[in-house]
């Protein structure tokens, strides 16, 4: 069983604070609170930075927190986003909160705001903004949290897990703020890793060397960001889900990339490479196509194939 870590880390300052929540990745999640313990007290004025899906459930607590006026009195919104679908500036506008599009004029933080709550807002924090939150220094931990994660759990499925806990916990943060900061820790230097940028060409299943375990992990990683990209007959495939399969009685002529349909289960199989396995097609989508079942894709497209010619290439590649 896996564990991800949320860590709210507190950076000091003369008057203000910057606390900056930061989107998970996958194998490794942290929420940072960067942090100070000013001379003024509760209620604070929060200037929230933020755009995505992620973001909205910290500031949906923070709105609700400002509705009691007991430990926020303000909340004020700094986005990049459209405002359409589910994102910040969608949900400022339904919730009539003030919001300013980045970047944001110094003149309206300058001593109007007791704290800056940054969440997943993609942008890189200039300079002349951190000096509206005086004395900026390296901090520590003042408040953290784990989970377990389940064999099975996507990353869509953690990150909104993962959102709503970090939200939980900046408000436990408020609460508690001059006692988080007199026990906060330093950070340790054990189980860091460095977590490259994640490309869209990691989608592409290459059948000869991808075992069923490594397909279907990528799958869980990459759910909600891409789906896996495979090749039929010169056509690209999207597969929209995908679950470890165990065949009964499978063929050991069959070579990577080959489809398989179980009749009794009904369900549509690929081999895999490398250490082998399988993986059932529950959910994809053809270009011109409705997204459909394996069993549809089977009964569509795969049934009137010959044998021969029932398997996923593994040459696509992204031009």
């Known amino acids: 069983m896996n564990c991800n870590l949320l860590k709210l880390s507190g950076f000091k300052f003369h008057k203000s604070l910057l606390i900056v929540l930061g989107k998970p990745s996958f194998s490794h999640s942290a929420v940072s609170l960067k942090n100070k313990c000013g001379s003024k007290g509760p209620p604070w004025r929060v200037m929230f930075f933020g755009n995505d899906d992620f973001s909205v459930k910290s500031l949906q607590m923070l709105t609700s927190k400002m509705r009691t006026q007991t430990i926020i009195s303000k909340v004020d919104v700094v986005t ?30 300058d001593g109007k705001y007791d704290i800056g709550v940054v969440v997943s807002f993609g942008r890189l924090i200039p300079e002349k903004i951190i000096r509206c939150f005086p004395q900026f220094d390296v901090g520590e931990i003042v408040r953290q949290h784990s989970c377990s994660v389940d064999k099975d759990e996507t990353a869509d499925e953690l990150k909104k897990k993962l959102s709503d806990m970090g939200g939980r916990l900046l408000i436990d943060s408020f609460k508690e ?13 054990e189980g860091i890793t460095y977590a490259p940028k994640v490309d869209k ?22 759910c909600g960001l891409w789906p896996l990209i495979t090749t039929w007959h010169g056509t690209s495939v999207k597969l929209l889900k995908v679950c470890n399969y165990q065949m009964s009685n499978a063929e050991t002529q069959l070579q990577p990339g080959d489809l398989v349909y179980d009749k009794q289960r ?23 196509h409705k997204t459909m079942s394996g069993k549809d894709f089977f009964n569509g497209f795969v049934y009137m194939k010959p044998n021969s010619e029932r398997k996923f290439d593994s040459t696509q590649k992204f031009t």
């Not at 359409?84 to 004029?105: C, R, T």
């Not at 703020?177 to 230097?189: F, G, H, K, M, N």
């Not at 060397?209 to 799958?219: A, F, L, M, P, Q």
């Open 80 to 109: 990049t986003s459209t405002g359409s679908g589910i994102n910040v500036k969608s949900f400022a506008k339904e919730e009539k909160l003030d919001i300013y599009d980045w970047p944001v004029n110094t003149t309206l933080l």
């Open 177 to 189: 703020l001059t006692r988080s900061l007199r026990y906060a820790v330093p950070q340790s230097e």
């Open 201 to 222: 060409s990691l989608s592409i299943i290459d059948w000869n060397v991808t075992d069923s375990n490594s397909v279907y992990n990528k799958y869980r990683a990459l």
């Open 266 to 288: 009904q369900k549509l199989s690929v081999k895999c490479g490398g250490k082998g396995g399988y993986v059932s097609i529950e959910k994809l989508k053809i270009p011109g």
